[in-house]
């Protein structure tokens, strides 16, 4: 099946830009998602960006797309200690109906 | 109501019980999901009912039975389940082809 990966873990020093990044398989993804999941609650939609776009900015929040490679990046600016939590990338398949999520990366920021 | 609820928040249960799960949003998607949510893992999708109709994640034990009374709300039925059903149960809607509101979760213990 189509994958999606992502790095496991990122600590940084808060008021520092986190950068988090992931890979996808699925060439024909039209929508592709970040979301954020804090311990023991449910998704939190971030951010999305079309396939057809290369970046998209939102307040603290910076997505890249590279979709020749197929990378997508989340970059936080300014990232506090409120943004510890578990970051999912996924995309969405042509129908519209199905995301493939990666694993996850679980950003832990230091005061 | 930009909001997908989910009841019971914890649920706990043993083997030869019968419970169900359920879901309500009024965002007037006509997509909902649930999805199976282990510790440290990202959500895997269980069934999506779209306009009412039925797709089914083949690798989902027949213990687990979806139900879609009206396009506002998502049951799902729980009989006979194993220790190993043991996680966090998330449901989420969108509308046709667009992002996916997750609720919080029920967490489900099986014993």
Same mark, same amino acid.
């Given at each position: 099946? *189509?994958?999606? *990966?992502?790095?496991?873990?990122?600590?940084?020093? *808060?008021?520092?830009?986190?950068?988090? %990044?992931?890979?996808?398989?699925?060439?024909?993804?039209?929508?592709?998602?970040?979301?954020?999941? *804090?311990?023991?609650?449910g998704?939190?939609?971030?951010?999305?960006?079309?396939?057809? =776009?290369?970046?998209?900015?939102?307040? $603290?929040?910076?997505?890249?797309?590279?979709?020749?490679?197929?990378?997508?990046?989340? $970059?936080?600016?300014?990232?506090?200690?409120?943004?510890?939590?578990?970051?999912?990338?996924? %995309?969405?398949?042509?129908?519209? %109906? =199905?995301?493939?999520?990666?694993?996850?990366? $679980?950003?832990?920021?230091?005061? | 109501?930009?909001e997908v609820t989910q009841t019971p928040k914890?649920?706990?249960?043993?083997?030869?019980?019968?419970?169900?799960l359920k879901c309500e949003q009024?965002?007037?998607?006509?997509?909902?999901?649930w999805?199976?949510?282990?510790?440290?893992?990202?959500?895997?999708?269980?069934? +999506?009912?779209?306009?009412?109709?039925?797709?089914?994640?083949?690798? +989902?034990?027949?213990?687990?039975?979806?139900?879609?009374?009206?396009?506002?709300?998502l049951?799902l039925?729980?009989?006979?389940?194993?220790?190993?059903?043991?996680?966090l149960y998330l449901c989420a809607?969108?509308?046709?082809?667009?992002?996916?509101?997750f609720g919080p979760g029920t967490?489900?213990? +099986?014993?």
């Amino acid at each position: 099946g *189509e994958d999606v *990966e992502q790095s496991l873990f990122l600590s940084v020093r *808060e008021g520092d830009s986190s950068v988090i %990044n992931c890979t996808y398989t699925d060439s024909s993804s039209t929508y592709l998602y970040w979301y954020k999941q *804090e311990p023991g609650a449910g998704l939190q939609l971030l951010t999305y960006i079309f396939s057809n =776009m290369d970046m998209k900015q939102d307040q $603290r929040l910076t997505v890249l797309l590279n979709k020749k490679d197929k990378h997508l990046s989340l $970059r936080i600016a300014d990232t506090q200690t409120g943004d510890s939590a578990i970051y999912f990338c996924a %995309n969405l398949d042509n129908a519209g %109906n =199905m995301l493939t999520f990666g694993g996850g990366t $679980r950003l832990m920021v230091k005061p | 109501d930009t909001e997908v609820t989910q009841t019971p928040k914890h649920l706990v249960m043993g083997m030869t019980n019968k419970k169900s799960l359920k879901c309500e949003q009024h965002m007037g998607h006509r997509a909902m999901y649930w999805y199976k949510q282990k510790a440290k893992k990202p959500p895997e999708l269980m069934f +999506v009912y779209s306009y009412e109709k039925l797709s089914i994640n083949e690798s +989902v034990p027949s213990r687990f039975s979806p139900e879609c009374p009206n396009s506002s709300l998502l049951n799902l039925h729980l009989h006979a389940l194993q220790p190993e059903d043991s996680a966090l149960y998330l449901c989420a809607s969108s509308q046709k082809q667009g992002e996916q509101f997750f609720g919080p979760g029920t967490r489900l213990t +099986v014993l």
